[in-house]
């Protein structure tokens, strides 16, 4: 499941260097390849069992064949590139918001594709277009879309936090050469490549943060147009190139740029390469293996994952309010006619615009739990991901004392 996404990944380092170059010039993409080849949230996707990667590759590459195709009048090219759309979609519909962005440039772009297209060549495109959205529609969107709105509201982000969880993943440097490049592109170099850029990235988070209130949201659903800001950046670092002190040929103030973005995603790939960015539920499970009595009750967060790790012994879903999390435990001790219980926590935090806690339990647990052990790694970055186990008792104060943490 990992080979794939990580082949993507790898695959992206020399098509953001062609795009770039097809763009801006070689510099330019040998600049934008190394943002990517950097970058912690590229690299995160590129490790792991989800296919954000292929969408990334597809999403960096459709806009751009869009706009070739309407500026050079192309119906081919458009064609290929609403093709590499609908792959990117049937990928992960975060892909469509890319397409949504697309369609909103093309509508402002000189009026749309009649302008620039003969009358019944427009036609034909607007009929085709017409039909792979509804089949889109039919076949991938509405059920995604169901499944989306009956997710869980415990997890994902608001609207504030969306906004700033992205801002993180990107690294706020990279943002604002990122904001820097496009308003440069716009005043001197090309603005309708400039609005393409802004509207990709602006329109799906537009999109995203008013829903974030309705359904959870992840900032993953906005890596889709992480390729459009490490263009711009690259961009930006290329015109700079033109403008500091050169020293033995070399541009000190686009080297400079570059590694103030270099190093400000350093502390996050160390980091993340050290825990991984992922709870040890491995190692809460060998310890509650050891500890636990065999009809224990065992609640956790992630509870399919740790009784993977369990060999597949019963474990409840945690829930941290208390009412919920008392009726669990005592239906529990109900069944199983033991008073072992073991709760597996995990403490995430991000920066403070977002944690995952005790919550409103943290009374009820230091009543009535014991912490007999953590597991987690610091890290250099602003992040924390730590699993606590506690072994709880019936009544308050009656836990043991001694920790094996």
Same mark, same amino acid.
């Given at each position: 499941?990992?080979?794939?996404?990580?082949?993507?990944?790898?695959?992206?380092?020399?098509?953001?260097?062609?795009?770039?170059?097809?763009?801006?010039?070689?510099?330019?993409?040998?600049?934008?390849?190394?943002?990517?080849?950097?970058?912690?949230?590229?690299?995160?996707? @590129?490790? =792991?069992?989800?296919? =954000?990667?292929? *969408?990334?590759?597809?999403?960096?590459?459709?806009?751009?064949?869009?706009?070739?195709?309407?500026?050079? +009048?192309?119906?081919?090219?458009?064609?290929?590139?609403?093709?590499?759309?609908?792959?990117?979609?049937?990928?992960?519909?975060?892909?469509?918001?890319?397409?949504?962005?697309?369609?909103?440039?093309?509508?402002?772009?000189?009026?749309?594709?009649?302008?620039?297209?003969?009358?019944?060549?427009?036609?034909? *495109?607007?009929?085709?277009?017409?039909?792979?959205?509804?089949?889109? *529609?039919?076949?991938?969107?509405?059920?995604?879309?169901?499944?989306?709105?009956?997710?869980?509201?415990?997890?994902?982000?608001?609207?504030?936090?969306?906004?700033?969880?992205?801002?993180?993943?990107?690294?706020?440097?990279?943002?604002?050469?990122? *904001?820097?490049?496009?308003?440069?592109?716009?005043?001197?170099?090309?603005?309708?490549?400039?609005?393409?850029?802004?509207?990709?990235?602006?329109?799906?988070?537009?999109?995203?943060?008013?829903?974030?209130?309705?359904?959870?949201? @992840?900032?993953? =659903?906005?890596?889709?147009?992480?390729?459009?800001?490490?263009?711009?950046?690259?961009?930006?670092?290329?015109?700079?190139?033109?403008?500091?002190?050169?020293?033995?040929?070399?541009?000190?103030?686009?080297?400079?740029?570059?590694?103030?973005?270099?190093?400000?995603?350093?502390?996050?790939?160390?980091?993340? =390469?050290?825990?991984?960015?992922?709870?040890?539920?491995?190692?809460?499970?060998?310890?509650?293996?050891?500890?636990?009595?065999?009809?224990?009750?065992?609640? @956790?967060?992630?509870?399919?994952?740790?009784?993977?790790?369990?060999? @597949?012994?019963?474990?409840?879903?945690?829930?941290?309010?208390?009412?919920?999390?008392?009726?669990?435990?005592?239906?529990?001790?109900?069944?199983?006619?033991?008073?072992?219980?073991?709760?597996?926590?995990?403490?995430?935090?991000?920066?403070?615009?977002?944690?995952?806690?005790?919550?409103?339990?943290?009374?009820?647990?230091?009543?009535?739990?014991?912490?007999?052990?953590?597991?987690?790694?610091?890290?250099?970055?602003?992040?924390?991901?730590?699993?606590?186990?506690?072994?709880?008792? +019936?009544?308050?104060?009656?836990?043991?004392?001694?920790?094996?943490?």
């Amino acid at each position: 499941m990992r080979l794939l996404p990580a082949v993507f990944g790898i695959v992206a380092v020399p098509l953001m260097f062609l795009l770039g170059k097809r763009l801006f010039g070689a510099r330019a993409g040998l600049l934008a390849a190394t943002l990517v080849a950097f970058s912690p949230w590229h690299i995160y996707w @590129s490790q =792991y069992g989800r296919y =954000y990667t292929l *969408v990334f590759l597809l999403s960096a590459t459709f806009p751009i064949l869009l706009f070739t195709g309407v500026q050079g +009048r192309s119906p081919r090219v458009i064609m290929a590139g609403v093709a590499l759309a609908v792959l990117a979609i049937l990928a992960h519909p975060s892909a469509g918001l890319v397409l949504a962005g697309c369609g909103v440039w093309l509508t402002l772009r000189s009026g749309g594709l009649s302008l620039l297209l003969s009358r019944r060549l427009a036609v034909r *495109v607007a009929a085709a277009l017409a039909a792979l959205a509804t089949c889109i *529609v039919a076949y991938r969107l509405i059920i995604q879309l169901r499944q989306w709105y009956n997710l869980s509201q415990d997890w994902g982000f608001d609207g504030v936090t969306l906004v700033l969880s992205y801002l993180v993943w990107l690294v706020p440097v990279l943002v604002v050469f990122s *904001v820097a490049g496009i308003i440069w592109m716009w005043l001197e170099f090309d603005r309708p490549l400039a609005s393409l850029l802004a509207i990709s990235i602006g329109v799906p988070i537009i999109l995203l943060v008013p829903l974030s209130f309705v359904v959870p949201v @992840s900032t993953s =659903y906005l890596f889709a147009t992480a390729p459009f800001a490490f263009l711009a950046a690259a961009f930006f670092l290329d015109r700079l190139a033109a403008m500091g002190p050169r020293i033995a040929h070399q541009e000190m103030l686009m080297i400079a740029c570059l590694v103030a973005v270099l190093v400000a995603g350093g502390p996050g790939l160390i980091s993340h =390469y050290v825990d991984g960015n992922r709870a040890d539920f491995r190692a809460a499970a060998q310890f509650v293996v050891r500890h636990a009595t065999d009809d224990g009750t065992i609640l @956790s967060d992630q509870a399919r994952v740790l009784a993977h790790y369990l060999d @597949s012994r019963p474990v409840l879903p945690l829930r941290r309010d208390v009412s919920d999390l008392t009726q669990d435990i005592e239906r529990a001790r109900s069944e199983t006619r033991t008073e072992d219980v073991w709760l597996v926590v995990a403490i995430k935090r991000r920066g403070g615009f977002y944690e995952q806690g005790l919550g409103t339990a943290s009374h009820w647990f230091r009543g009535h739990c014991e912490l007999r052990s953590s597991f987690g790694r610091p890290r250099l970055d602003h992040k924390h991901n730590e699993l606590q186990v506690y072994h709880c008792t +019936r009544s308050p104060g009656s836990a043991g004392t001694q920790s094996d943490s």
